[in-house]
Structure formats: structure tokens, C-alpha cells
């Protein structure tokens, strides 16, 4: 029986940073990690990712080009101020701790400390601790505080969500507030291994079903958000980088 009671294995089953991708060509993945990725991978990412790999959920943390392309889209808009909604072992918390100015700052939210924990010792070694605001708890929650707080409306530069998806559209209604106007929202799963474009009748876990419907309720909305400009991009699992308009 697949994890969570399912009589079917999930998507997402047997992936790790290796071959998290929806490219068809293994052999072609491989090549871009080995030539454009990998050899610009800090070593305590490297780490962390392959102590991440061993893990039971070891699937969920962001594959190494999504990481590499969070890393950019931070240096590219000059962000200091930013939130991840989702922290799992801390790999992509990492890489935008280690894309931040020195006086930067990410608050990171998740339900689950002790996946954190995994990764706490990386980020320490990495010099960037100071960055890093770890909050436990619901992020529905947690934003809403933020929200609280007048000063927290339109502070943020960057945001980056990768947390139960059936929140998704909550957390985008939230993040629009907290995000300033030419701020960046980044939505990780959002082709859900290809799954966003199978038939309804189409064989899968629950959970698959679940999640897979919540990403195609957010992607038609996205799409039609005239707050957001909109590019998704077959990386990883399915990534949505949303630039904020008004």
C-alpha cells in the first residue's frame, strides 16, 4: 500500500534530485545538471541535498536546476526581503539564504520543525543563519500575523511557496498583499508530474487526484489574474513565477 493509505503508488514515488524532472530524455537531464548545474552547486547544498535524498519524503525538496534558477531569480531582482511558505529539510531555504545580500532576510514557514532540523546544521556551516526567520506552524496562520502588522504589507520582494497545494489559492491571495508591486511569487508543483494534463478518468493515488486538481484550479486562476504576469515553466515538477502588477 503507497504511503497515506492509497491502494496506488503516488507520482511522485521513486523521484529524488536526480531525476525530478518532466524532460522524456534522462540521458538530456542528466546533461544539464552535469554541465550548467551541478558544477555551480555550493558544497553545502550538495550536502544537504543528498543527506535530503536518503530521506522517507526525500522527493519533496526542490530538484537542483529549480534551486540554481531560485538563486538567480533572487540575484537578477536584488531581493532582501523574502518568505518561503514550505521549508521541508531547508534545500531551496538554503539556496536563498545564500543568494541574499548579507543584510538579507527569509522568513521561513512550515508545519514541521524537525524536517527543518535536518537542515539547520547546513545552513549554519554555510554562514547564513542570520538570514533565516524559521517559523513553525500553519502558514495560513502565520501570514495572516504577518498580514496583522501594516508594516509587513507590500515589504517583501520575493516569495517562494512550496506547501500543501490545496492552499495554494489561499496563500496567493495573502502573498499578494505582502509582496510589493514588481515583487516575484514563485509556485513550485504546478504541473504535478504531468498530471494537470491527463484525462479525469485517468488511474491515480487520492492524493494525486487531490493535489492535481487543486494545481489546475490554480493555474486557470493565475492565468487569469490581472494582478500577475504569468510564466510557467516545465522545470522540476512544474514551476509558476508570478510578477506582481498592482
Same mark, same amino acid.
Given at each position: ?31 544539464? !545538471? @552535469? ?12 550536502? !544537504?541535498?543528498?543527506? &535530503?535524498?536518503?530521506? %522517507?519524503? =526525500? ?8 534551486? %540554481?534558477?531560485?538563486?538567480? +531569480? ?14 521541508? &529539510? ?36 554555510? =554562514? ?45 491571495? %495573502? +502573498? ?20 494537470? #494534463?491527463?484525462?479525469?478518468? &485517468?488511474?491515480?493515488? @487520492? !492524493? ?5 486538481? #487543486?494545481?489546475? @484550479? ?6 487569469? @489574474? ?5 510564466? %510557467? ?11 506582481? +502588477?498592482?
Amino acid at each position: 500500500m503507497a504511503a497515506g493509505g492509497d491502494t496506488m503508488a503516488q507520482v511522485h514515488q521513486g523521484l529524488d534530485s536526480s531525476n525530478k524532472t518532466l524532460l522524456k530524455s534522462e540521458a538530456l537531464y542528466k546533461y544539464v !545538471l @552535469d554541465t550548467s548545474v551541478l558544477p555551480h552547486e555550493p558544497e553545502c547544498m550538495r550536502e !544537504l541535498r543528498l543527506v &535530503t535524498d536518503k530521506h %522517507q519524503w =526525500g522527493f519533496m525538496q526542490s530538484s537542483p536546476d529549480e534551486a %540554481q534558477l531560485l538563486r538567480m +531569480l533572487i540575484k537578477l531582482t536584488g531581493a532582501r526581503n523574502t518568505l518561503e511558505v514550505g521549508v521541508f &529539510t531547508g534545500y531551496s531555504l538554503l539556496a536563498t539564504a545564500l543568494a541574499l545580500p548579507d543584510d538579507g532576510k527569509v522568513i521561513a514557514i512550515d508545519v514541521d520543525r524537525e524536517y527543518y532540523e535536518i537542515g539547520r546544521p547546513f545552513i549554519e556551516k554555510a =554562514g547564513v543563519a542570520h538570514k533565516v526567520d524559521f517559523r513553525e506552524g500553519p502558514a495560513l496562520d502565520h501570514l495572516d500575523k504577518l498580514l496583522a502588522d501594516e508594516a509587513n504589507v507590500g515589504a517583501f520582494d520575493f516569495a517562494f511557496v512550496d506547501a500543501d497545494k490545496p492552499n495554494y489559492v489561499k496563500y496567493h491571495e %495573502q +502573498l499578494l498583499k505582502l509582496v510589493k508591486v514588481g515583487g516575484t511569487i514563485v509556485y513550485d508543483n504546478t504541473l504535478w508530474a504531468g498530471t494537470v #494534463a491527463m484525462p479525469p478518468d &485517468t488511474p491515480m493515488s @487520492d !492524493l494525486d487526484r487531490r493535489f492535481s486538481a #487543486a494545481i489546475r @484550479d490554480l493555474n486557470v486562476r493565475l492565468s487569469a @489574474d490581472e494582478r500577475v504576469e504569468v510564466c %510557467q515553466l516545465a522545470i522540476a515538477d512544474g514551476v509558476t513565477i508570478c510578477r506582481r +502588477l498592482v
